[in-house]
């Protein structure tokens, strides 16, 4: 729900910037028809279907498991006629992994505490069980498209390859399980990895189109909890 608010936030502060490039938005510079090449997409949305490359023996994820990114961006044009372009953004994005399996912690010979990922008992009956993280993001892309030539139509550009990388910072984590009598959250994993990072890439036509990411990072610190490396694909959502 706090990831909800953070989106929402932003899709606002979106709009004000819109009509108002005064102050801090005004990085945000939502329309340069008069100072040169167009610059556009700076508001994005990602609806995702977010999985881990690998799960330890006897955990499996749900098939349906949707997460969400939103993010501003600033678009710097490098040629004279806008078609490639250099964008930096910041954002929020919400990872979240349906699973059969629960955390468990023990300790090893050093005196460490190691976190566990096992499968729910044969027979456990359940209705959602699921993994979510939370993250602060800053997105950066390399951006190739097809403009039209016209200035009345010039913001309808057609093609799109987005090819980039982001970084982002752990805000908050917890896993959420519900059956017939109870809804238990636990929050705060120990041992995740306070950051990720890795390539993503953006291809479409027109304000929709494909997109993905990988993270080269498993969310748990090395040696401290299973490996577990998520990746991301879906839809993306482009405006202004």
Do not use: C
């Amino acid at each position: 729900m706090k990831l909800f608010k953070l989106i929402i936030l932003f899709l606002l502060l979106a709009l004000v910037s819109k009509h108002n490039a005064q102050g801090l938005f005004r990085y945000f510079n939502w329309s340069a028809y008069s100072d040169g090449p167009e610059r556009i997409d700076h508001v994005v949305l990602d609806f995702n279907h977010d999985r881990f490359q690998l799960l330890p023996q006897g955990v499996t994820q749900g098939y349906f498991s949707f997460g969400v990114n939103a993010y501003l961006f600033h678009d710097r044009p490098i040629n004279k006629k806008g078609t490639l372009a250099l964008a930096i953004g910041a954002g929020v994005s919400g990872f979240n992994v349906h699973n059969n399996g629960q955390f468990s912690y023990t300790e090893n010979d050093e005196g460490n505490l190691i976190t566990e990922f096992t499968p729910f008992s044969e027979g456990l009956e359940y209705k959602k069980n699921k993994l979510n993280l939370n993250y602060l993001e800053i997105p950066v892309e390399f951006r190739i498209r097809t403009m039209k030539i016209d200035e009345e139509d010039k913001s309808r550009t057609n093609f799109r390859l987005y090819l980039g990388f982001k970084a982002g910072y752990l805000l908050s984590s917890h896993t959420k399980y519900k059956d017939d009598d109870s809804k238990i959250k636990v929050y705060n994993i120990k041992n995740l990895l306070e950051y990720r990072y890795g390539p993503t890439l953006r291809i479409g036509f027109k304000k929709i189109g494909f997109q993905a990411f990988y993270s080269m990072t498993s969310i748990f610190k090395t040696g401290l909890g299973p490996e577990l490396y998520p990746f991301s694909v879906g839809i993306t959502w482009m405006r202004f």
